[in-house]
């Protein structure tokens, strides 16, 4: 499991060095398809990339800020549009069926269609501020066959302050990097250690057991 997450961790950081804004938004619309890949390592790398010290480590121009918030959000909406695409045509039975093959459980979808029931066309926009339910929250629109448009929109608008916050984080980071370094013995392993933190508590999340929740009914 260990080799598993490092190289995952590599992976990761390889996919944004090398692919820049197009390498954002395809990881963030992974993780918007329910796809395992969590956002708070994703956005923070990138942004993290705004600065000179830490470009330097992987060989590339900075990123701007906000081209890379711009990048992660318009990722999220491609990858909301698939989620909900497979909610629509596929169905509840569907998602549940063959969403164990990503590590997607039935009660995350379930808390997702809680939040969307309670909370309406809002509950999109919203959602995109919480951890776990703003990767699911597409299914149960799909499912519920919201409109689509103002889905995407309201997706889209959803996902803007999150990158941007995740993005400012890592670029934070980013700016300390010169300081960082005294405390540790390799650049990398400073990113290294928490994509594999993130990571392991992520894929933990999404394997251990625990009770389901019940949806409720009209």
């Known amino acids: 499991m260990g080799h598993i997450l490092t190289a995952l961790s590599e992976w990761i950081k390889g996919v944004i060095a090398s692919g820049g804004y197009a390498g954002i938004l395809v990881l963030m619309a992974l993780e918007s398809a329910c796809i ?24 590339r121009d900075p990123l701007n800020l906000h081209l890379v918030a711009l990048a992660g959000a318009l990722g999220c909406a491609l990858g909301s549009a698939l989620a909900y695409l497979v909610g629509a045509k596929g169905g509840r039975d569907f998602v549940f069926k063959w969403g ?60 803007v302050p999150w990158c941007y916050l995740l993005a400012y984080i890592g670029q934070k980071l980013g700016e300390r990097w010169d300081t960082l370094k005294t405390y540790f013995h390799g650049a990398d392993a400073i990113i290294l250690v928490v994509l594999l933190a993130v990571i392991t508590f992520w894929i933990w999340h999404h394997l251990r057991p625990g009770p389901e929740v019940p949806t409720p009914t009209d």
């Open 36 to 59: 395992p890949l969590p956002s708070e390592v994703i956005m923070p790398f990138a942004g993290a990339l705004t600065t000179v010290a830490v470009a330097a480590t992987v060989q």
């Open 100 to 159: 164990k093959f990503v590590l997607l459980r039935k009660r995350d979808v379930e808390r997702s269609e809680v939040w969307f029931q309670k909370h309406g066309d809002a509950a999109i926009f919203f959602s995109r501020l919480l951890p776990v339910v703003r990767t699911f929250i597409s299914l149960p629109a799909g499912i519920a066959r919201m409109p689509f448009l103002p889905f995407l929109l309201l997706s889209f608008l959803g996902s």
